[in-house]
C-alpha cells in the first residue's frame, strides 16, 4: 500500500522563478493538505484541498496557489518565488478530515 | 488563534530508559484532536499517537503513551524502553474537530530527542 508520495525530492530554483510541486495521496485518501516547514521549525499549514476546491487557506501569500485532480492527487504552485521560500513543503493525505499521513517532502532551494 | 507550546528544544534519555515530552496547547474549543509526530533525519513525519479529547483514557500505541489533561490543555508524550531508532525530532500537533470548519494541522516547534546507547 503506496503511502502519500511527492515529487521532486530536491529543487533547486533562482529568485523570481515559478515552481510546481506534486503529491499523490495515500490509496484511499479524499482530501491533500500542504505545509511549509523552515529550517528548525515545525511545519505551517499552506491550504488543504478536498473535492477540488481550496477548503481551508493559512496566513500565506497569493503567490502560493494549488490544485487537485479528480484522482485526488494535488500540485502547489508558487510565483516569483524569494529566498524565504527556500524550506521543505510536506504534503499530507487524509479521508476527509484527519488524522494526516505525510510524505517525504520536497526540499525547495531558492538561489 | 490555537497555539501549541513545546518548551524542551532538545532532550536526551539512555537506551531503555523512559523519556517524556511536555506539550501544551491553548483553544477555546471543547473537540479537538492533539497528535505527536515523529521526524527523522529522512524528514518524512511520522504519526506516532492521536487523542481525542473527548475521550478521557489516555491513548497507548506500544511504547508510547500520552498523559493528556484537558482542564490544564497539557498532552505530554512518553517513550517507554526507549530504542536508537527513537532519535528524532517530535511535533505536538492540534487540529479541531471539522465540524468546526478548521482543518489545519497546528504544530509546535519540535523536541529534538537524542537516544543515548
Known amino acids: 500500500d503506496a503511502g502519500v508520495t511527492q515529487s521532486p525530492t530536491h529543487l533547486i530554483k533562482t529568485r523570481g522563478q515559478q515552481v510546481t510541486l506534486r503529491c499523490s495521496p495515500k490509496s484511499g485518501h479524499d482530501t491533500v493538505s500542504w505545509y511549509q516547514q523552515a529550517l528548525g521549525q515545525g511545519p505551517q499549514f499552506i491550504f488543504q484541498?478536498?473535492?477540488?476546491?481550496?477548503?481551508q487557506r493559512g496566513n500565506f501569500p497569493d503567490r502560493f496557489s494549488g490544485h487537485q485532480f479528480p484522482n485526488y492527487s494535488s500540485e502547489l504552485n508558487v510565483n516569483a518565488l524569494l529566498l524565504g521560500d527556500s524550506a521543505l513543503y510536506l504534503c499530507?493525505?487524509?479521508?476527509?478530515?484527519?488524522?494526516?499521513?505525510f510524505g517525504d517532502g520536497t526540499r525547495l532551494s531558492i538561489l | 488563534a490555537q497555539t501549541v507550546t513545546q518548551s524542551q528544544p532538545e532532550m536526551s534519555v539512555q537506551e531503555a530508559e523512559t523519556v517524556t515530552l511536555s506539550c501544551t496547547y491553548d483553544?477555546?474549543?471543547?473537540?479537538?484532536?492533539l497528535f505527536w509526530y515523529k521526524q527523522p533525519p529522512s524528514r518524512q513525519m511520522i504519526l506516532v499517537i492521536r487523542?481525542?479529547?473527548?475521550?478521557?483514557q489516555n491513548a497507548t500505541e506500544n511504547r508510547f503513551s500520552v498523559n493528556f489533561q484537558k482542564a490544564a490543555k497539557s498532552f505530554s508524550l512518553k517513550i517507554s524502553d526507549s530504542q536508537l531508532g527513537d532519535a528524532a525530532m517530535y511535533f505536538c500537533a492540534y487540529n479541531e474537530d471539522s465540524g468546526a470548519g478548521s482543518y489545519q494541522l497546528t504544530f509546535g516547534k519540535g523536541t529534538k530527542l537524542s537516544v543515548i546507547p
Open positions: 483553544t477555546s474549543e471543547s473537540d479537538y484532536y
Open positions: 484541498y478536498y473535492e477540488e476546491e481550496e477548503r
Open positions: 499530507a493525505s487524509s479521508f476527509r478530515a484527519q488524522p494526516q499521513h
Open positions: 487523542q481525542e479529547a473527548y475521550k478521557q
